[in-house]
C-alpha cells in the first residue's frame, strides 16, 4: 500500500524527500488527468489550483445560457483525488516559476519545491490589447464568468419587459457575441432559443422575434478552426436560428451602450467576448520561446528546452506535429497529461522521455436544438446526428456519475419543455456613475398602464 503523508513541508531540500515530488499546476483536463495518471507512481503528487474544482469547460456556455446549473459541470478536485494516496491538493496561485532553483513562487509569498513539474494552467480571455473591454464584453472562462454572463443575459430582458417605449427597447435586446469559433457559435444560438422558445411564453412586452443576436467575427467563415466542409452547415442552422451571422468584421469600440463594427455603430447593452485567447502571465516566468499568443513552445516529448524536469502541457502547450499545431482541445489536453504522467514515471525508473503523439479524435460543436457540427475520422456528419453524437461524448466525459445523471436529465426536460432550469441570476444592481461594468436596466419610470 502507498504511504499517505502526514505532513508535508513544501520546501523541504531534496536529499530530505523519500521520494520524488511532482507538482502539477492547474486542475483541468491535462493536470487532472496527469496527476491521476501518477496514483501508482513512486512519487508524491501536488496539485495546485487557484480554484477549488475541475470545471468540463466545453458545457460552461449552458452555464451562462441558464441550461446547467455550475456545480452540474464543476467537481471539487479534493474529490476527484480523495482516494488517491500518494497526492495532496493546495488552494494557490502560482506567481512563478524559478527553474534554476525548481521552486514555485506563490502569490502569497510561500514556495514550493519540485523535482518535476507539469504546467497545465490553460489560457485566459484575450481582448487583444483593448483590456478596458473586459468589464464591458465578460468571456467564458470560469464559473464566474458564466454567472456574470447568465445575469446580463436574464436582467437585459427584464430590463426590455420593463421599457414601454420599443426604440429604447431594442438595445436590450440586441446582443452581439464577438468570435465564431465552438464558444460564440455556441452562446448565438442558445441566445436565440432562449429568446424564441424559453422566454416568450413567460414575459408579456417582448416580442421575442424582435430579439437579434449578431455572431461577429474578422475571419471568413464560422468555426474557422474547424475543417472547411463544416463552416458552411453551421452557418446555415445559425441564420436559420435567426442570427445574423458578420464575418470579416471586427469590433472597434465599445462604451456599454453601443458596440461598433468598424464604422458601423449597433446599440446594444449586451457584448459577449469569445473572440481570443492568451497565455497566463506564469509563462513569461519560464524564460524560454513563446508564440504569439503566449503559449509556451515545447519539445516533442512535451518538456521545456533547457529544463527537462519541466512539462507544459493543455493549452499552454504550442507544439506543432505534421506541419499543424496541435488544437486545443479536451481529447488533446487529456492525451498532453496522461503522456506527461508517463514520462514522470520513465524519469523515476531512469527512461529517457518519449515523444508525444496527438491522435485526433475529431471535434464537434452544437449549434442549437437538435443542431450540430462534427467530424469523426474521415467523416463529417451535421444536423441531428451531430447532436446526438455530441450530447453522447459530452455525457460520458463528464467526470462524476452524479453529474452526468443531473444533465442528461437536465437536457432530456428542456428538449421535451424547451425549458432552462437554471435560469436563476442576481439581484439587480445599479452602478453609481464613474463605475466600471455594464450598465444596469434603470428604474422603471412612474407611468400610468394604457
Known amino acids: 500500500m502507498e504511504r499517505r503523508p502526514a505532513h508535508v513541508d513544501l520546501l523541504d531540500d531534496t536529499h530530505t524527500r523519500a521520494r520524488p515530488r511532482v507538482v502539477v499546476v492547474g486542475g483541468g483536463f491535462a493536470g487532472l488527468r496527469a496527476a491521476r495518471e501518477l496514483r501508482r507512481a513512486p512519487v508524491d503528487v501536488v496539485v495546485l489550483d487557484r480554484r477549488n474544482h475541475h470545471l468540463f469547460q466545453p ?18 478536485i479534493r474529490t476527484v483525488l480523495r482516494r488517491q494516496r500518494n497526492a495532496i491538493v493546495l488552494l494557490a496561485e502560482v506567481e512563478a516559476v524559478r527553474p534554476a532553483e525548481r521552486i514555485l513562487q506563490l502569490r502569497d509569498g510561500e514556495r514550493v519545491a519540485y523535482d518535476h513539474l507539469i504546467l497545465a494552467t490553460g489560457l485566459r480571455t484575450s481582448y487583444f490589447g483593448n483590456d478596458s473591454w473586459r468589464s464591458l464584453a465578460p468571456g467564458l472562462k470560469s464559473v464566474a464568468d458564466a454567472l456574470e454572463i447568465r445575469r446580463r443575459v436574464l436582467l437585459a430582458f427584464e430590463a426590455a419587459e420593463r421599457e414601454p417605449d420599443p426604440e429604447r427597447r431594442r438595445p436590450w435586446q440586441t446582443f452581439v457575441v464577438v468570435g465564431a469559433g465552438p464558444t460564440g457559435v455556441e452562446l448565438a444560438g442558445a441566445l436565440r432559443e432562449i429568446a424564441t422558445r424559453t422566454l416568450a ?25 474547424f475543417p472547411e466542409p463544416l463552416s458552411d452547415p453551421a452557418r446555415r442552422m445559425l441564420e436559420g436560428l435567426g442570427v445574423e451571422v458578420r464575418l470579416g468584421a471586427r469590433i472597434t469600440r465599445l462604451d456599454g451602450t ?14 459577449l467576448w469569445a473572440a481570443g485567447v492568451e497565455a497566463e502571465p506564469l509563462a513569461r516566468t519560464l524564460g524560454v520561446e513563446r508564440t504569439s499568443d503566449g503559449r509556451v513552445k515545447v519539445g516533442p516529448d512535451l518538456r521545456v528546452p533547457g529544463h527537462p524536469e519541466i512539462q507544459v502541457v493543455g493549452d499552454l ?61 474521415p467523416f463529417d456528419v451535421a444536423g441531428l446526428g451531430a447532436w446526438l453524437l455530441w450530447l453522447g461524448v459530452h455525457i460520458v466525459t463528464l467526470i462524476g456519475f452524479r453529474n452526468r445523471l443531473v444533465v442528461l436529465i437536465d437536457w432530456a426536460w428542456a428538449y421535451v419543455t424547451f425549458q432552462r432550469s437554471a435560469r436563476v441570476a442576481e439581484e439587480l444592481r ?21
Open 59 to 76: 458545457l460552461l456556455y449552458q452555464v451562462a445560457t441558464a441550461g446547467l446549473s455550475a456545480p452540474d459541470i464543476a467537481r471539487p
Open 430 to 450: 445599479h452602478p453609481r456613475p464613474g463605475e466600471d461594468g455594464a450598465p444596469e436596466a434603470p428604474p422603471a419610470e412612474p407611468r400610468a398602464d394604457p
Open 317 to 377: 502547450a504550442a507544439l506543432r506535429q505534421d506541419g499543424e499545431w496541435v488544437p486545443g482541445l479536451a481529447p488533446a489536453a487529456i492525451q498532453m497529461g496522461r503522456h506527461a504522467a508517463r514520462n514522470v514515471r520513465r524519469a523515476v525508473r531512469g527512461q529517457p522521455p518519449e515523444p508525444f503523439r496527438y491522435r485526433d479524435r475529431g471535434m464537434m460543436a452544437t449549434v442549437g436544438r437538435a443542431a450540430a457540427v462534427a467530424r469523426v475520422g
Open 258 to 271: 453601443a458596440a461598433w463594427l468598424g464604422e458601423e455603430r449597433v446599440e446594444t447593452r449586451t457584448v
Open 201 to 225: 411564453r413567460d414575459f408579456r412586452r417582448i416580442d421575442a422575434a424582435a430579439t437579434r443576436v449578431l455572431l461577429v467575427d474578422g475571419a471568413s467563415r464560422v468555426l474557422p478552426g
